[in-house]
């Protein structure tokens, strides 16, 4: 799997030498010294002076491994009277084991001062199977997703925004035919964004993200740890792990086919920083 990732990061693409916290002679702290927990100014906090220039990130190798397991609940569906309209579904509920998939993941984020604005898409075709008893569900997953945040203490920010999710779910339970469906929901999301520089070359992110409620998927969570080593000025690897679960009941002709679904696995890639 290839993915490309596209960052706009003001203040990721400066790798300022370390100043000090305190005046070597006085030992008494320096006034506006930003601080990454670690004693170290922080080029990456929100408002800090230091976060000054943009920078573009490009990520050609982009690997993200997760495991993917699914549960479907199909309901009845009586015959058509007349046989017209089919021969009706004997529904069920079934649940996968994980196994190893792929995703193909786009973003791009843009940060001045306090404010953190950030839009990304994903690809996935995902399968899962069980033997006894039979279970198999197929998903094909298309997304994007707009977050904007503020600063609301030193590293920390609260992000809002909307997730777009258009599913085509195939599943099969025992030896009854296929059932495909087609979710597609608009979820609002809520979230926090941390982030901090861990002296020169190191650079921490953590995301988490909530939503959905009711008003499109039932339940839609994710969330995303990664750590970016910058080896030289333009090239660098990001290491991390990434989690995203979500619960959507769709209704078809007065019935309701719910899925429950979950991702998680590594993360790995080689940037490229302009």
């Given at each position: 799997m290839?993915?490309?990732?596209?960052?706009?990061?003001?203040?990721?693409?400066?790798?300022?030498?370390?100043?000090?916290n305190?005046?070597?002679e006085?030992?008494?702290?320096l006034?506006?010294?930003p601080?990454?927990?670690f004693g170290?100014?922080?080029?990456?906090?929100?408002?800090?002076?230091?976060?000054?220039?943009?920078?573009?990130?490009?990520?050609?190798?982009?690997?993200?491994?997760?495991?993917?397991g699914?549960?479907?609940?199909?309901?009845?569906?009586?015959?058509?009277?007349?046989?017209?309209?089919?021969?009706?579904?004997?529904?069920?509920?079934?649940?996968?084991?994980?196994?190893?998939?792929?995703?193909?993941?786009?973003?791009?984020?843009?940060?001045?001062?306090?404010w953190?604005?950030?839009?990304?898409?994903l690809?996935?075709?995902?399968?899962?199977?069980?033997?006894?008893p039979?279970?198999?569900v197929?998903?094909d997953?298309?997304?994007?997703?707009?977050?904007?945040?503020?600063?609301l203490?030193?590293?920390?920010?609260?992000?809002?925004?909307?997730?777009?999710?258009?599913l085509?779910?195939?599943?099969?339970?025992?030896?009854?035919?296929?059932?495909?469906?087609k979710?597609?929901?608009?979820?609002?999301?809520?979230?926090?964004?941390?982030?901090?520089?861990?002296g020169?070359?190191?650079?921490?992110a953590?995301?988490?993200?909530?939503?959905?409620?009711?008003?499109?998927s039932?339940?839609?969570?994710?969330?995303?740890?990664?750590?970016?080593?910058?080896?030289?000025?333009?090239?660098?690897?990001?290491?991390?792990?990434?989690?995203?679960?979500?619960?959507?009941?769709t209704?078809?002709s007065?019935?309701?086919?719910?899925?429950?679904?979950?991702?998680?696995?590594?993360?790995?890639?080689?940037?490229?920083?302009?």
């Amino acid at each position: 799997m290839v993915i490309i990732q596209i960052d706009a990061v003001q203040g990721f693409a400066a790798t300022p030498e370390p100043q000090p916290n305190s005046d070597s002679e006085t030992g008494e702290p320096l006034a506006n010294a930003p601080e990454n927990g670690f004693g170290a100014p922080d080029a990456n906090a929100y408002g800090s002076k230091e976060a000054l220039d943009w920078t573009v990130a490009i990520y050609p190798i982009y690997a993200w491994a997760p495991l993917f397991g699914a549960s479907v609940d199909i309901p009845n569906v009586p015959p058509t009277p007349g046989g017209g309209g089919g021969g009706g579904i004997m529904g069920g509920h079934g649940a996968t084991n994980t196994s190893f998939n792929g995703a193909a993941f786009a973003a791009i984020s843009v940060q001045e001062k306090k404010w953190l604005v950030g839009l990304s898409g994903l690809w996935a075709g995902l399968s899962a199977t069980r033997t006894t008893p039979h279970v198999k569900v197929n998903t094909d997953a298309i997304y994007g997703q707009f977050m904007g945040g503020y600063q609301l203490y030193r590293h920390i920010a609260l992000t809002g925004g909307f997730r777009r999710m258009g599913l085509k779910v195939r599943a099969t339970l025992g030896d009854q035919p296929e059932v495909s469906w087609k979710p597609g929901v608009w979820d609002p999301l809520v979230g926090l964004d941390w982030r901090t520089a861990l002296g020169r070359k190191w650079f921490v992110a953590f995301d988490v993200a909530g939503g959905g409620f009711g008003v499109g998927s039932d339940v839609d969570i994710s969330g995303q740890l990664r750590a970016n080593w910058r080896f030289t000025r333009h090239f660098g690897m990001t290491l991390g792990y990434g989690v995203e679960h979500f619960e959507i009941t769709t209704t078809v002709s007065k019935h309701d086919f719910t899925t429950k679904q979950t991702l998680n696995g590594p993360i790995f890639g080689f940037g490229i920083y302009l």
